[in-house]
């Protein structure tokens, strides 16, 4: 069992950026491939990026690519999300994910353990 708790959200203008982190306690941190979701009100639940167990490998929705990245450090069992350009389509619950299996990419039913989420708002 593991336990997530996501940090960083909150209200940023257009263009700005934001660091979530995401904790995790109870667990290997370094045994979980991690990821990176969102749900905007009325929107459905939508994958922004993954990373591998080692940090090898990372995923990225194409709406994100160039502006997101996902990062970790095991040593302090955190995973990172450093936004930059922010929109205000970026406006959502972010939450962050751990898998138990390995590599599971950008599909939510391969997740086993979830945080509560942190609301980033964009808008002027």
């Known amino acids: 069992q593991v336990q997530l708790e996501e940090s960083g959200g909150g209200l940023v203008q257009p263009g700005g950026s934001l660091r979530l982190s995401c904790a995790a306690s109870?667990?290997?941190?370094?045994?979980?491939?991690m990821g990176w979701f969102r749900q905007a009100p009325g929107k459905e639940r939508e994958s922004v990026a993954a990373?591998?167990?080692?940090?090898?490998?990372?995923y990225y929705v194409d709406s994100v690519k160039g502006r997101f990245t996902i990062s970790r450090d095991n040593a302090k069992n955190t995973v990172y999300l450093q936004m930059n350009s922010l929109k205000p389509e970026d406006t959502a619950v972010y939450y962050c994910?751990?898998?138990?299996?390995?590599?599971?990419?950008?599909?939510?039913?391969?997740?086993?353990?979830w945080g509560q989420g942190t609301q980033v708002t964009v808008s002027s």
């Open positions: 994910a751990a898998a138990d299996r390995g590599w599971s990419g950008s599909n939510p039913r391969l997740y086993d353990y």
């Open positions: 109870g667990g290997t941190f370094s045994s979980y491939a």
């Open positions: 990373i591998s167990r080692s940090g090898g490998s990372t």
